[in-house]
T-cell receptor, first 115, second 112 residues
C-alpha cells in the first residue's frame, strides 16, 4: 500500500534560517505529491503540489521537487519567518489506486521559528 | 467567496449521545471527505463520497455514519458506538477523485 514518511519533529529554527523537512513515500502507481500546512486550531491549507517526476512545486517561498529516483518530496525554504510556525504535512494521492480516492498523509512536522 | 464551512467550531456532548457535524461546500466539488485528527498525529480518513448518494468507508469508519443527499453537503454523525470520539474533525472536498483536497476549518468535539 501507499505510505508517507516525514522527518520527526519538532523542528526549531531562528528567523531567516534555511528550512528542510524531509518526506519520502512508497506508492504502487504514479502519485501526485502535496505539502499542506496547518496553523494552530485551523484546518489544512494546500501549500504546494507536484503531479509528475521532476516537477517543482512552489508557493510563498517554499519549494519541493518530485524526485522519483529517490521517492522523495522534501520541503525547503531559504529564509523562514516567525509566521511560518505551523505543522507541515506531506501527502500523496495515487492516480492508479483502485480502492477509491484518498490522500495518504505523513505524521506531520511541527515547525517553530523563533525571532 | 467559495469555500468549505464546518459548524460549529467547538462542540461539547455527554457520553452516550449521538452528535452530527456539519460540512458544506460551495466550490461545486464532486468529492467530499471526513478526517479525524488526534493531538500530535496525522489525519485518518473516516468516510468519503465521490458522488451524491454514494459514500465509502475509510480507515476508521466504525462508530460513524454519513449521508450525501446533496452535492454541497456531507454531514458526519458520531454515534454512541464510537469509543473515543473526542478529537478534531476535518472535512475536505476536491473537484475530482484524484485532485488535491481543500479543507474546512474543523470542528473540535469534546465528549465527557
Amino acid at each position: 500500500g501507499n505510505s508517507v514518511t516525514q522527518m520527526e519533529g519538532p523542528v526549531t529554527l531562528s528567523e531567516e534560517a534555511f528550512l528542510t523537512i524531509n518526506c519520502t513515500y512508497t506508492a504502487t502507481g504514479y502519485p501526485s505529491l502535496f505539502w499542506y500546512v496547518q496553523y494552530p486550531g485551523e484546518g489544512l491549507q494546500l501549500l504546494l503540489k507536484a503531479t509528475k517526476a521532476d516537477d517543482k512545486g512552489s508557493n510563498k517561498g517554499f519549494e519541493a521537487t518530485y524526485r522519483k529516483e529517490t521517492t522523495s518530496f522534501h520541503l525547503e525554504k531559504g529564509s523562514v519567518q516567525v509566521s511560518d510556525s505551523a505543522v507541515y504535512f506531506c501527502a500523496l494521492t495515487d492516480l492508479k489506486e483502485t480502492s477509491g480516492s484518498r490522500l495518504t498523509f505523513g505524521e506531520g512536522t511541527q515547525l517553530t521559528v523563533n525571532p | 467567496d467559495g469555500g468549505i464551512t464546518q459548524s460549529p467550531k467547538y462542540l461539547f456532548r455527554k457520553e452516550g449521545q449521538n452528535v452530527t457535524l456539519s460540512c458544506e461546500q460551495n466550490l461545486n466539488h464532486d468529492a467530499m471527505y471526513w478526517y479525524r485528527q488526534d493531538p500530535g498525529q496525522g489525519l485518518r480518513l473516516i468516510y468519503y463520497s465521490q458522488i451524491v448518494n454514494d459514500f465509502q468507508k475509510g480507515d476508521i469508519a466504525e462508530g460513524y455514519s454519513v449521508s450525501r443527499e446533496k452535492k454541497e453537503s456531507f454531514p458526519l454523525t458520531v454515534t454512541s458506538a464510537q469509543k473515543n470520539p473526542t478529537a478534531f474533525y476535518l472535512c475536505a472536498s476536491s473537484p475530482r477523485t484524484y485532485y488535491e483536497q481543500y479543507f474546512g476549518p474543523g470542528t473540535r468535539l469534546t465528549v465527557t
